[in-house]
T-cell receptor, first 117, second 111 residues
Framework: GAVVSQHPSRVICKSGTSVKIECRSLDFQATTMFWYRQFPKKSLMLMATSNEGSKATYEQGVEKDKFLINHASLTLSTLTVTSAHPEDSSFYIC?????????????FGSGTRLTVV | GQSLEQPSEVTAVEGAIVQINCTYQTSGFYGLSWYQQHDGGAPTFLSYNGLDGLEETGRFSSFLSRSDSYGYLLLQELQMKDSASYFCAVRDPGGSYIPTFGRGTSLIVHP
């Protein structure tokens, strides 16, 4: 089935530094990738939609200068958390739409647990 | 806009049957999906209902009633490993495919 590989799975960084999270579609082309943020025991909050070759579309309240998204190819999308602060600590997950034949669902990366100290 | 409501927590014993309900309000409708997420893991796709009725996949079944804007996930022969969060989700009908997830139901299975 369709697989999205997300790295790193866990990262601890110092406040003020930047962290890059990568998501790769391994056996399909993901023209659109969704980036979510999830707090403990909470739902997935859509942060932005990245489209290959164009600017990402950010949800209301998400700082696009802080959460930089790049979707340079059909198989790779990256999220960079710039100048990270402790309040950015969260679980970040990417997802790509699986076209019909893949269950009308979405396949998710394994998630990245970011801790900013 | 779109919104989904589901219970925050459901508790059951091993071997039992449990039903997780989901009601939704959408400006359009393009199917209801269900996802399972274990603690610390990513959501995994369980099932999809585009039309009214029951879809069965092994121990899991999902039901949809579009006239009632309602669906449920039915888990049979519960196992300890079924303890997880379950999310219902609808997709934006406008073609952007952006999914909206419910808040999730935490299922706790006891021995």
């Amino acid at each position: 089935g369709a697989v999205v590989s997300q790295h790193p799975s866990r990262v601890i960084c110092k406040s003020g530094t930047s962290v890059k999270i990568e998501c790769r579609s391994l056996d399909f082309q993901a023209t659109t990738m969704f980036w979510y943020r999830q707090f403990p025991k909470k739902s997935l909050m859509l942060m932005a939609t990245s489209n290959e070759g164009s600017k990402a579309t950010y949800e209301q309240g998400v700082e696009k200068d802080k959460f930089l998204i790049n979707h340079a190819s059909l198989t790779l999308s990256t999220l960079t958390v710039t100048s990270a602060h402790p309040e950015d600590s969260s679980f970040y997950i990417c997802s790509a739409r699986v076209t019909p034949g893949g269950g009308y669902g979405y396949t998710f990366g394994s998630g990245t647990r970011l801790t900013v100290v | 806009g779109q919104s989904l409501e589901q219970p925050s927590e459901v508790t059951a014993v091993e071997g039992a049957i449990v039903q997780i309900n989901c009601t939704y309000q959408t400006s359009g409708f393009y199917g209801l999906s269900w996802y399972q997420q274990h603690d610390g893991g990513a959501p995994t796709f369980l099932s999809y209902n585009g039309l009214d009725g029951l879809e069965e996949t092994g121990r899991f079944s999902s039901f949809l009633s579009r006239s009632d804007s309602y669906g449920y996930l039915l888990l049979q022969e519960l196992q300890m490993k079924d303890s997880a969060s379950y999310f219902c989700a609808v997709r934006d009908p406008g073609g952007s495919y952006i999914p909206t997830f419910g808040r999730g139901t935490s299922l706790i299975v006891h021995p």
